[in-house]
């Protein structure tokens, strides 16, 4: 006869009123937007890796909605209500993970957001007062300001470049933040189980079944619920092949500790493309994924030479020059990207909802976005 369900595990473990798939930030949120409304519902949120997957815990901890040449470049391929829209559902989101787990909790610390220019004159006056105008009713006042004088403030002493900063973003403790928000989806009754990959989903008129392998049993488990959410993010072709969802790898460093190091906040360069903060003394830098789009378009953990080469040079000629470092930490994370850079948030047929495609701003959009795929499950 082989494994079968036990009566208790019929009754106790496999039927729930929501299924969510993905323990990231917008699994969790999601979990605990639902059960803010809904304390009664069973929600059980399944987890393909023992940890979180992707980048809910892989992230640069940065508490941002967009730097200026991110934004200016968003407006040649987006049109200005988009741009507005999606710099709201950043900063809203940002201030709802605040609210709902408490700025200690997360390690939060608002020290500034910098944009480190490259080149000074990449950014006139005229354009960073445009961006303020049109971010206005988002902020309730001018987001953006000019600071050269804060380049050697950081320890960066090329006279080429130029700095733009913003009083209004700030940084994070992933680790903190992902422990705080797993206790509170638990503490509100959420049930979590980790090292399940899901093999397969099946819809009918009465709900939604989710089959997942036993791989200590050798059996397959089918988990049972009224509606589903899909909260997969960079992993999310698997269950939506016709979305505009592409995985996209991030790379990430660690220094040593930096002995009299000036860095402090957060900082992007490069349309957003590079970023890097200060870490208990440490510099973490990230990203450059525009030097091999195609490389990092990959849903594999693994370092790329070149980009971490990159860094390293970045690191040595730009943000530490005539100074000694290690690398003592490197990872890579999946981010979801596609052709649009606003989620995916939307019921994708009768008992199934998608909240995906965080386009490497899970920290900021990841509690809003749970929030709306909470509405949509319990409207």
């Not at 605040?98 to 020290?111: M, N, S, T, Y």
């Not at 000074?120 to 009713?137: A, F, G, P, R, T």
């Not at 000694?324 to 979801?336: A, V, Y």
């Not at 047929?349 to 709306?372: D, F, H, N, W, Y």
């Amino acid at each position: 006869m082989g494994y079968t369900n036990s009566y208790w595990e019929e009754e106790s473990f496999l039927n729930y009123d929501i299924i969510i798939i993905g323990s990231g930030i917008v699994g969790l949120s999601t979990a605990c937007s639902i059960l803010n409304r809904k304390p009664h519902y069973r929600v059980l949120i399944l987890e393909r890796g023992l940890l979180p997957s992707g980048a809910s815990t892989r992230n640069a901890g940065f508490a941002c909605f967009g730097s200026v040449t991110e934004i200016l470049s968003d407006l040649r391929s987006m049109s200005e209500d988009e741009v507005i829209s999606l710099v709201k559902k950043r900063y809203e989101g940002l201030q709802l993970l605040r609210e709902r787990l408490g700025d200690q909790a997360i390690g939060f610390q608002k020290k500034g957001g910098h944009e480190l220019l490259l080149n000074k004159d990449e950014v006139s006056d005229q354009q960073i007062e445009h961006v303020n105008k049109l971010l206005y009713e988002v902020f309730k006042e001018n987001a953006f300001s000019r600071r050269d004088d804060l380049i050697e403030k950081s320890g960066i002493k090329n006279k080429n470049h130029g700095m733009l900063f913003t009083h209004l973003e700030g940084q994070i403790h992933t680790g903190k933040m992902m422990d705080a928000l797993l206790k509170k989806a638990t503490s509100m009754g959420a049930r979590i189980i980790t090292g399940c990959f899901v093999e397969n989903i099946d819809e009918n008129s009465r709900g939604v079944k989710v089959t997942v392998k036993d791989t200590v049993n050798n059996a397959l488990i089918e988990f049972k619920s009224e509606q589903l959410a899909v909260c997969t993010n960079g992993f999310s072709r698997q269950f939506f092949p016709d979305k505009d969802i592409i995985p996209a790898r991030g790379q990430v460093l660690v220094t040593n500790v930096i002995p009299g190091l000036k860095l402090n906040g957060t900082y992007h360069a490069d349309e957003g493309y590079i970023y890097f903060r200060d870490l208990y003394g440490r510099i973490l830098l990230g990203g450059a994924r525009n030097l091999d789009i195609a490389g990092e378009t990959s849903s594999e953990f693994s370092d790329n030479e070149k980009i971490t080469t990159y860094l390293r040079k970045f690191l040595a000629e730009t943000i530490l020059p005539k100074t000694d470092f290690t690398i003592e930490h490197q990872w890579s994370g999946i981010m979801g990207i596609g052709s649009k850079k606003t989620p995916i948030i939307e019921r994708v047929s009768p008992k199934i909802v998608a909240g995906i495609r965080m386009g490497g701003m899970g920290v900021a959009l990841g509690t809003k976005t749970g929030e709306m795929v909470a509405e949509i499950l319990i409207q």
